[in-house]
């Protein structure tokens, strides 16, 4: 039977950097398994790949002032490019409840150290681009150092950083079960047999549900459809352009290749494994976006280029982070609620510090613990896109 010090179910982003920052501490004897016979075909492939810090609660914050310059500093660090492109996050509020929830999280984004994020006049955003229909634009907030990853590229970039030191990575091989005795985890059942283990950690993304129902542990995420949109090539607004957000109604929207990448989260869309593209809402996306940036009404748009991804919800749009109550050895990282491309690598430091110290002090873990539904202590992120 084979031995692993940590095996690692799934693995997209979130699992590669769990390999990367636990092999880059010392812990060689790692195990990445992966039910596709390619990484990236969850919802790491599917993607949107901005990155911010402009949360509301100190806990999201805390992980992007983390996770943000390490994307900057990705290719020094690990030897390979992940495309950081600091070209921004600007939201633009249409009224003044929205201009006060923007001043909160501004004020609390300084307080825990992010410097490059201001608060803007709505003549002010209507002179940076007139090409949106600003009548209603009250002001907003921008922060220079938000902006884009190309997450396909961090994850292969993890992965090659985590082999290097030593780390396995297994494709097409599903998990079957798992086993345990009085003191926790023992070891992984997989369609490659058997691996012995103490410590497993669940990155299974949208499919974690499943996979902590082995250990019988109801695990609070379910998966959500999410659309998105890209142009052909579109040279009317300007591809130095941050991701916009019109926060009238949650549509957005960021320079890609040649063209752009529209997004939004239809609120009548229901939980389900539905990856399958609804071609009706090209009418309904594009309807927004002419609304808020007139030219956009002549953006060509090929529906067969459009695709569907997954976000993985929790209650209460944060993540599950560290060991499952109960079951000594289980780690939970999940539920990332469509921010687990820009925590990847917070996620990866404060999981594989669990793992081999029993603590972390990038963030105040308990809040994220799994025991927090059980006794009421949900943490609302409002900022959720």
Same mark, same amino acid.
């Given at each position: 039977?084979?031995?692993?010090?940590?095996?690692? =179910?799934?693995?997209?982003?979130?699992?590669?950097?769990?390999?990367?920052?636990?092999?880059?501490?010392?812990?060689?004897? $790692?195990?990445?398994?992966?039910? &596709?016979?390619?990484?990236? /075909?969850?919802?790491?492939?599917?993607?949107?790949?901005? $990155?911010?810090?402009?949360?509301?609660?100190?806990?999201?914050?805390? +992980?992007?002032?983390?996770?943000?310059?390490?994307?900057?500093?990705? &290719?020094?660090?690990?030897?390979?490019?992940?495309?950081?492109?600091?070209?921004?996050?600007?939201?633009?509020?249409?009224?003044? /409840?929205? !201009?006060?929830?923007?001043?909160?999280?501004?004020?609390?984004?300084? @307080?825990?150290?992010?410097?490059?994020?201001? !608060?803007?006049?709505?003549?002010?955003?209507?002179? +940076?681009?007139?090409?949106?229909?600003?009548?209603?634009?009250?002001?907003?907030?921008?922060?220079?150092?938000?902006? #884009?990853?190309? %997450?396909?590229?961090? +994850?292969?970039?993890?992965?090659?950083?985590?082999?290097?030191?030593?780390?396995?990575?297994?494709?097409?091989?599903?998990?079957?079960?798992?086993? @345990?005795?009085?003191?926790?985890?023992?070891?992984?059942?997989?369609?490659?047999?058997?691996?012995?283990?103490?410590?497993?950690?669940?990155?299974?993304?949208?499919?974690?549900?499943?996979?902590?129902?082995?250990?019988? =542990?109801?695990?609070?995420?379910?998966?959500?459809?999410?659309?998105?949109?890209?142009?052909?090539?579109?040279?009317?607004?300007?591809?130095?352009?941050?991701?916009?957000?019109? +926060?009238?109604?949650?549509?957005?929207?960021?320079?890609?290749? @040649?063209? #752009?990448?529209?997004?939004?989260?239809?609120? &009548?869309?229901?939980?389900?494994?539905?990856?399958?593209?609804?071609?009706?809402?090209?009418? /309904?996306? !594009?309807?927004?976006?002419?609304?808020?940036?007139?030219?956009?009404?002549?953006?060509? $748009?090929?529906?067969?280029?459009?695709?569907?991804?997954?976000?993985?919800?929790? %209650?209460?749009?944060? %993540?599950?982070?560290?060991?499952?109550?109960?079951?000594?050895?289980?780690?939970?990282?999940?539920?990332?609620?469509?921010?687990?491309?820009?925590?990847?690598?917070?996620?990866?430091?404060?999981?594989?510090?669990?793992?081999?110290?029993? /603590?972390?002090?990038?963030?105040?873990?308990?809040?994220?613990?799994?025991?927090?539904?059980?006794?009421?202590?949900? =943490?609302?992120?409002?900022?959720?896109?």
């Amino acid at each position: 039977m084979q031995t692993a010090d940590v095996v690692i =179910i799934g693995a997209g982003i979130v699992g590669s950097s769990i390999a990367y920052h636990l092999t880059a501490q010392g812990c060689r004897n $790692v195990l990445v398994i992966e039910r &596709e016979s390619a990484q990236g /075909k969850g919802s790491t492939g599917k993607s949107m790949g901005g $990155v911010r810090a402009q949360f509301s609660t100190p806990v999201s914050i805390q +992980m992007s002032l983390y996770s943000i310059p390490f994307y900057a500093s990705f &290719e020094e660090r690990l030897g390979s490019p992940c495309d950081y492109r600091p070209q921004g996050y600007l939201f633009c509020a249409t009224n003044e /409840k929205q !201009l006060a929830y923007l001043q909160t999280n501004y004020a609390e984004q300084v @307080r825990l150290g992010l410097k490059n994020v201001g !608060l803007l006049a709505g003549d002010e955003i209507a002179r +940076m681009f007139p090409q949106l229909r600003g009548d209603d634009i009250i002001g907003g907030s921008f922060c220079s150092t938000d902006g #884009f990853v190309d %997450p396909y590229s961090a +994850m292969n970039g993890f992965t090659a950083a985590a082999t290097d030191r030593g780390a396995t990575l297994w494709k097409h091989t599903p998990v079957t079960g798992i086993k @345990r005795d009085a003191a926790g985890i023992t070891s992984i059942e997989t369609a490659r047999g058997t691996i012995s283990t103490r410590r497993l950690v669940n990155c299974a993304g949208a499919w974690a549900a499943e996979v902590a129902g082995f250990v019988g =542990i109801d695990l609070p995420v379910e998966p959500l459809r999410r659309m998105l949109v890209p142009s052909e090539p579109f040279d009317e607004f300007p591809h130095t352009a941050p991701m916009i957000i019109d +926060m009238s109604n949650g549509f957005h929207f960021r320079p890609e290749a @040649r063209g #752009f990448l529209l997004a939004w989260n239809d609120p &009548e869309e229901t939980p389900g494994f539905k990856t399958d593209f609804d071609p009706g809402f090209i009418e /309904k996306i !594009l309807t927004r976006a002419a609304d808020r940036v007139p030219c956009f009404a002549n953006l060509p $748009v090929n529906p067969k280029r459009a695709w569907a991804g997954l976000y993985e919800m929790t %209650p209460d749009h944060h %993540p599950i982070l560290g060991e499952a109550p109960g079951v000594p050895g289980f780690f939970l990282a999940n539920g990332f609620s469509g921010h687990g491309v820009m925590h990847a690598p917070a996620t990866g430091k404060i999981l594989s510090d669990l793992i081999l110290t029993g /603590k972390t002090d990038l963030i105040d873990v308990s809040l994220l613990s799994l025991s927090r539904f059980a006794e009421n202590r949900l =943490i609302h992120e409002t900022a959720v896109l």
